[in-house]
């Protein structure tokens, strides 16, 4: 699997004068990254976090992007070997939904649904576990901040994604399964800054390593 990580870093002034100013005119912009595909499906994931005075923007990508005349940009290629660990520490932010039932005035249930964002911190942890269980791994730790709203334009009407950050530690469990997580993502609204897994390879614990832990 080929995967390139982009490190972009511009300053808050620089991205005021470019007008990045929410999630989707950062979406628009990060496109310009990647010319040429005729209308194909976005290929690559991307998180945007504030970084002092300036913005630090992540791009997985499975083919380098195009630098583009702003910032600062460095690609490397991921080695194959990072991604063959069996723990790692993980962070992600996503926009955690479910689909509520919609229905009739005479109370029938509607063929078509709505999401809402998740806000329970019970539903959020369940929901983060569903996640990472559909991506071939098991949840050994995980936390979570509050969630916010993520406010943005388009077409002049405003509209909102739900964050939350989770951090961790998972093990994985199905490589494949993983693997696909890792270069498509996790969650919903993924073109606009979420679903992205950032991993830190961990040394595996031995069965009675966790034991003894548990005890002591």
Same mark, same amino acid.
């Given at each position: 699997?080929?995967?390139?990580?982009?490190?972009?870093?511009?300053?808050?002034?620089?991205?005021?004068?470019?007008?990045?100013?929410?999630?989707?005119?950062?979406?628009?912009? *990060?496109?310009?990254?990647?010319?040429?595909?005729?209308? +194909?499906?976005?290929?690559?994931?991307?998180?945007?976090?504030?970084?002092?005075?300036?913005?630090?923007?992540?791009?997985? &990508? &499975? =083919?380098?992007? +195009?630098?583009?005349?702003? %910032?600062?940009?460095?690609?490397?290629?991921?080695?194959?070997?990072?991604?063959?660990?069996?723990?790692?520490?993980?962070?992600?932010? !996503?926009?955690?939904?479910?689909?509520?039932?919609?229905?009739?005035?005479?109370?029938?249930?509607?063929?078509?649904?709505?999401?809402?964002?998740?806000? /329970?911190?019970?539903?959020?942890?369940?929901?983060?576990?569903?996640?990472?269980?559909?991506?071939?791994?098991?949840?050994?730790?995980?936390?979570?901040?509050?969630?916010? +709203?993520?406010?943005?334009?388009?077409?002049?009407?405003?509209? !909102?994604?739900?964050?939350?950050?989770?951090?961790?530690?998972? =093990?994985?469990? /199905?490589?494949?399964?993983?693997?696909?997580?890792?270069?498509?993502?996790? %969650? =919903?609204?993924?073109?606009? %800054?979420? %679903?992205?897994?950032?991993?830190?390879? *961990?040394?595996?614990? &031995?069965?009675?390593?966790?034991? +003894?832990? !548990?005890? &002591?």
């Amino acid at each position: 699997m080929n995967l390139y990580l982009t490190r972009v870093t511009i300053s808050k002034l620089e991205a005021a004068k470019l007008r990045l100013s929410d999630l989707y005119t950062w979406h628009q912009t *990060l496109w310009h990254a990647f010319p040429d595909s005729d209308g +194909q499906p976005r290929d690559f994931l991307t998180r945007i976090d504030p970084h002092g005075a300036a913005f630090r923007v992540l791009i997985l &990508s &499975s =083919r380098p992007p +195009q630098p583009q005349p702003w %910032g600062i940009w460095e690609t490397k290629r991921i080695p194959t070997e990072f991604f063959q660990h069996v723990r790692y520490r993980f962070a992600l932010r !996503a926009n955690p939904t479910q689909m509520r039932v919609k229905r009739d005035e005479n109370g029938q249930r509607r063929k078509n649904g709505y999401r809402s964002g998740i806000y /329970d911190p019970v539903q959020l942890r369940e929901w983060i576990e569903r996640k990472l269980k559909q991506a071939g791994c098991q949840v050994e730790q995980v936390a979570f901040d509050p969630p916010i +709203q993520e406010w943005f334009y388009r077409k002049e009407r405003r509209a !909102a994604h739900l964050r939350v950050d989770f951090r961790g530690i998972l =093990r994985v469990i /199905d490589r494949e399964a993983f693997l696909e997580a890792v270069r498509c993502g996790i %969650g =919903r609204a993924r073109g606009f %800054g979420f %679903g992205m897994l950032l991993l830190d390879p *961990l040394p595996t614990i &031995s069965q009675q390593e966790q034991t +003894q832990s !548990a005890v &002591s």
